[in-house]
């Protein structure tokens, strides 16, 4: 069930404005779930806000002994116009919650103009992803999220860096995390950076990594751009070539999930061949759009399939669309194989007979298209999906003439990053999901993408901030966070987690309406202390939600 919510962000731009005139009295049913976190951010927005949020206050007050603690599937389902304060300076309203606990307002309002950001990465959602109706939109999700960036963010006073090194040192210097640490925290607004231990470290960075792809993907490749898998005809013949795009999110399952289905190129191929009057056709598939080893130097791994550009489901043999899994062995074939038994069902006899490279003049029989990368970016930082991720940074090699491989994608990344001039001395790519120990990311160069992405003059970046996970809510943080944890609904965070490697790098709105972007890595944790580590970096990043530290 998704509830509506009231409207109501301090948006720079006048289409967002007008949404706060819709508040609806609805907010006063509101629970105690508004933390004080979002008290304490309403205090810093216009005197209309105010009032909202002294509503909820009013009647939170009253429903105390009735609503202690909310799961997140009371919220989702029960909690009538529920708000939280999520990744904007100063915005009071978040929710409502679709099925995966993403906001659909982000989704609907936040960028509307720009056409981008902010969907429901679950299997729930209905509807095509090939350009045909019904099918996700582009989410919008950046100006309104952000809109404290341009407003009363910047009107608060900025954290102290003493009292701020005073609140974070007890958790960032804590001996759980070992002896190799780095951290820094700024503000988002000015970029001035507030707190710093080692900052200019280069440690590893596990899969805080993909904080970096997303960004260089988003510049080079273009927030609206689409991965097509195509069906081709070599001319005159009845040989078809199934063509991988790079799109690890084509789906053969009956529910799509909104992602590209290839039971809808099944049946657009039988289609185009009935009217060839092609009843028999060779089936092969193309897989030479990416170069160089398909495997990846961790081996074999449940959270990585061979880095193939054809695959259906990331080559999943189970149903579910996230975390480990096993993989099949051949994904491109898989995938060919199951596109074979579509057409069979559809009438068209189809004999495989593996790969071949689809002539140049042949004609295309049929296409579906990925949603466009904003969504793609979203569902890689929820779900830190590895897949998605060296995808990719393939895709990032492609955009700019360099070799679409393991090698060729970290190497784009980084001439990506260094196009838009920040900070890399030190740095070091080796893949574009972190799985690879030879990354070597500062918390200074992390900080600063997430800064990047939220400058208005980077529209095109801003679904790297909607698609970090939501303490306690979505994807890698939905069960870090505690109901009671002050961090929970306010942080923003991705997260990454190798052996002895710890991270954590995102947003968060402190009390006094800043908006501040962090970065903490520690990288020699001893594996008895893994737990504490992460409890520390969380510990931290929810201190960071209630430090007004002046």
Not at 93 to 113: I, Y
């Given at each position: 069930?998704?509830?509506?919510?009231?409207?109501?962000?301090?948006?720079?731009?006048?289409?967002?404005?007008?949404?706060?005139?819709?508040?609806?009295?609805?907010?006063?049913?509101?629970?105690?779930?508004?933390?004080?976190g979002?008290a304490?951010?309403?205090?810093?927005?216009?005197?209309?806000?105010?009032?909202?949020?002294?509503?909820?206050?009013?009647?939170?007050?009253?429903?105390?002994?009735?609503?202690?603690?909310?799961?997140?599937?009371?919220?989702?389902?029960?909690?009538?116009?529920?708000?939280?304060?999520?990744?904007?300076?100063?915005?009071?309203?978040?929710?409502?919650?679709?099925?995966?606990?993403?906001?659909t307002?982000?989704?609907?309002?936040?960028?509307?103009?720009?056409?981008?950001?902010?969907?429901?990465?679950?299997?729930?959602?209905?509807?095509?992803?090939?350009?045909?109706?019904?099918a996700?939109?582009?989410?919008?999700?950046?100006?309104?999220?952000?809109?404290?960036?341009?407003?009363?963010?910047?009107?608060?006073?900025?954290?102290?860096?003493?009292?701020?090194?005073?609140?974070?040192?007890?958790?960032?210097?804590?001996?759980v995390?070992?002896?190799r640490?780095?951290?820094?925290?700024?503000?988002?607004?000015?970029?001035?950076?507030?707190?710093?231990?080692?900052?200019?470290?280069?440690?590893?960075?596990?899969?805080?990594?993909?904080?970096?792809?997303?960004?260089?993907?988003?510049?080079?490749?273009?927030?609206?751009h689409?991965?097509?898998t195509?069906?081709?005809?070599?001319?005159?013949?009845a040989?078809?070539?199934l063509?991988?795009?790079?799109?690890?999110?084509?789906?053969?399952?009956?529910?799509t999930?909104?992602?590209?289905?290839?039971?809808?190129?099944?049946?657009?191929?039988?289609?185009?061949l009935?009217?060839?009057?092609?009843?028999?056709?060779?089936?092969?598939?193309?897989?030479?759009l990416?170069?160089?080893?398909?495997?990846?130097?961790?081996?074999?791994?449940?959270?990585?399939?061979?880095?193939?550009?054809?695959?259906?489901?990331?080559?999943?043999?189970?149903?579910?669309?996230?975390?480990?899994?096993?993989?099949?062995?051949?994904?491109?074939?898989?995938?060919?194989a199951?596109?074979?038994?579509?057409?069979?069902?559809?009438?068209?006899?189809?004999?495989?007979e593996?790969?071949?490279?689809?002539?140049?003049?042949?004609?295309?029989?049929?296409?579906?298209?990925?949603?466009?990368?904003?969504?793609?970016?979203?569902?890689?930082?929820?779900?830190?999906?590895?897949?998605?991720?060296?995808?990719?940074?393939?895709?990032?090699?492609?955009?700019?003439?360099?070799?679409?491989?393991?090698?060729?994608?970290?190497?784009?990344?980084k001439?990506?990053?260094?196009k838009?001039?920040?900070?890399?001395?030190?740095?070091?790519?080796?893949?574009?999901?972190?799985?690879?120990?030879?990354?070597?990311?500062?918390?200074?160069?992390?900080?600063?993408?997430?800064a990047?992405?939220?400058?208005?003059?980077?529209?095109?970046?801003?679904?790297?901030?909607?698609?970090?996970?939501?303490?306690?809510?979505?994807?890698?943080?939905?069960?870090?966070?505690?109901?009671?944890?002050?961090?929970?609904?306010?942080?923003?965070?991705?997260?990454?987690?190798?052996?002895?490697?710890?991270?954590?790098?995102?947003?968060?709105?402190?009390a006094?309406?800043?908006?501040?972007?962090?970065?903490?890595?520690?990288?020699e944790?001893?594996?008895?202390?893994?737990?504490?580590?992460?409890?520390?970096?969380?510990?931290?990043?929810?201190?960071?939600?209630?430090?007004?530290?002046?």
């Amino acid at each position: 069930m998704v509830v509506r919510e009231p409207k109501v962000w301090r948006a720079a731009r006048p289409h967002v404005a007008r949404v706060a005139h819709g508040v609806k009295p609805g907010i006063a049913r509101v629970t105690r779930a508004v933390r004080p976190g979002a008290a304490r951010v309403a205090r810093a927005v216009k005197p209309g806000v105010e009032r909202v949020t002294s509503a909820v206050t009013a009647r939170s007050s009253q429903l105390t002994g009735s609503a202690k603690k909310l799961t997140t599937l009371q919220f989702t389902a029960g909690a009538a116009t529920l708000g939280l304060v999520l990744s904007a300076g100063a915005v009071t309203a978040a929710g409502p919650w679709d099925s995966s606990g993403q906001r659909t307002a982000e989704r609907d309002w936040a960028a509307s103009g720009a056409g981008q950001g902010g969907a429901d990465h679950g299997r729930g959602r209905t509807g095509r992803s090939s350009g045909t109706a019904g099918a996700p939109k582009p989410a919008p999700s950046a100006p309104a999220v952000l809109a404290g960036v341009d407003g009363a963010s910047g009107a608060n006073p900025l954290p102290e860096s003493g009292a701020l090194a005073a609140a974070l040192d007890p958790f960032l210097k804590a001996s759980v995390l070992g002896p190799r640490r780095a951290a820094a925290v700024v503000d988002v607004r000015t970029g001035e950076q507030l707190y710093a231990q080692n900052a200019d470290d280069a440690l590893t960075p596990a899969s805080t990594t993909k904080i970096a792809t997303a960004v260089a993907a988003l510049s080079a490749v273009g927030p609206d751009h689409r991965l097509r898998t195509r069906v081709v005809l070599a001319p005159g013949s009845a040989e078809a070539v199934l063509v991988g795009g790079g799109d690890p999110t084509l789906t053969a399952h009956k529910d799509t999930g909104g992602y590209a289905s290839l039971r809808t190129l099944a049946d657009e191929t039988a289609a185009a061949l009935d009217k060839r009057h092609l009843k028999k056709i060779t089936l092969t598939y193309d897989t030479s759009l990416y170069q160089g080893p398909e495997q990846h130097t961790i081996g074999p791994n449940g959270n990585l399939a061979l880095v193939v550009p054809l695959m259906a489901d990331e080559a999943r043999l189970n149903d579910s669309s996230s975390g480990s899994a096993d993989r099949d062995p051949d994904p491109a074939a898989a995938a060919t194989a199951k596109f074979a038994d579509l057409l069979e069902e559809r009438g068209i006899r189809t004999r495989t007979e593996g790969s071949a490279r689809a002539p140049k003049d042949a004609a295309e029989l049929a296409a579906v298209s990925s949603p466009p990368l904003t969504t793609l970016v979203e569902r890689m930082l929820t779900h830190s999906d590895n897949d998605i991720a060296e995808a990719l940074a393939r895709h990032v090699a492609l955009a700019t003439d360099g070799k679409p491989s393991f090698d060729g994608g970290a190497a784009a990344i980084k001439s990506e990053l260094k196009k838009l001039e920040l900070p890399l001395a030190g740095v070091a790519f080796a893949d574009g999901s972190g799985l690879s120990r030879g990354n070597r990311l500062t918390p200074d160069l992390l900080t600063a993408l997430l800064a990047r992405s939220a400058d208005p003059a980077h529209p095109a970046l801003r679904s790297v901030l909607t698609g970090l996970p939501v303490a306690g809510f979505t994807g890698t943080l939905r069960g870090r966070y505690s109901g009671d944890a002050t961090g929970t609904g306010v942080v923003r965070a991705k997260t990454g987690t190798l052996s002895n490697v710890n991270t954590l790098a995102g947003t968060v709105v402190d009390a006094d309406g800043r908006l501040l972007a962090f970065a903490f890595l520690a990288t020699e944790t001893d594996m008895a202390d893994t737990d504490l580590a992460k409890k520390a970096l969380t510990d931290a990043t929810s201190t960071l939600a209630t430090c007004g530290c002046r």
